[in-house]
């Protein structure tokens, strides 16, 4: 719509459709508050400027990043991947880091139920991989023995709980078994 088009509304009493139009501008009612809002906008950025709001940010008198490298539609995606440290892995190579780092995912995890819960699906989409006939390397990775990791996962935490109460143990101090007549008061 132009600056000059008129905006049309319903009245709440006829029902009937009428114009906003400034009558001294001859401007929409639309356009004219877009320019009210644009000059507001204006004066807030100056009153922040004034009170030094936009003062020593981080990268100030510094370049600007990649200004003068060509244009790059995908500019956005490869900034996100770097920044998030996100891996584009085809599945099979993706599966197998996921296998090589699954006991460690396992061991932050509380309770059997989530474990199981955790090892079917990682063996699900094994499985589902190994039927696809996408390009890329084959997958190779295996899937693993619920009961088995389950086992595991259980003799890992309890061994992970005694380690944590020893070290609680050596830190805390040993007890005073001199009787009580015997201890001196030291202040």
């Known amino acids: 719509m132009s600056e000059n088009d008129d905006w049309e509304v319903p009245d709440a009493e006829t029902g009937r459709?009428?114009?906003?139009?400034?009558?001294?501008?001859?401007?929409?009612?639309?356009?004219?508050?877009?320019?009210?809002?644009?000059?507001?906008?204006?004066?807030?950025?100056?009153?922040?400027?004034?009170?030094?709001?936009?003062?020593?940010?981080?990268g100030q008198g510094k370049p600007i990043e990649d200004l003068g490298a060509e244009h790059d539609p995908d500019w956005w995606v490869k900034k996100l991947v770097e920044r998030e440290k996100i891996a584009l892995l085809p599945p099979a190579l993706a599966l197998r880091k996921?296998?090589?780092?699954?006991?460690?995912?396992?061991?932050?995890?509380?309770?059997?139920?989530?474990?199981?819960?955790?090892?079917?699906d990682f063996n699900r989409r094994v499985v589902e991989n190994r039927r696809q006939l996408q390009g890329g390397p084959p997958v190779v990775t295996s899937t693993r023995d619920v009961d088995a990791e389950v086992a595991a996962w259980h003799e890992r935490r309890t061994a992970r709980i005694e380690a944590q109460r020893a070290a609680r143990a050596a830190a805390e101090p040993a007890p005073d078994t001199r009787p009580w007549w015997s201890r001196r008061r030291t202040r």
């Open 17 to 58: 459709r009428e114009s906003l139009r400034d009558e001294r501008t001859g401007r929409s009612a639309a356009a004219a508050r877009i320019a009210q809002q644009s000059s507001w906008v204006d004066l807030q950025v100056r009153q922040a400027m004034e009170r030094g709001e936009f003062d020593n940010l981080p």
């Open 98 to 120: 996921e296998d090589a780092e699954l006991d460690a995912r396992l061991d932050a995890i509380t309770m059997e139920r989530e474990v199981r819960r955790e090892l079917e």
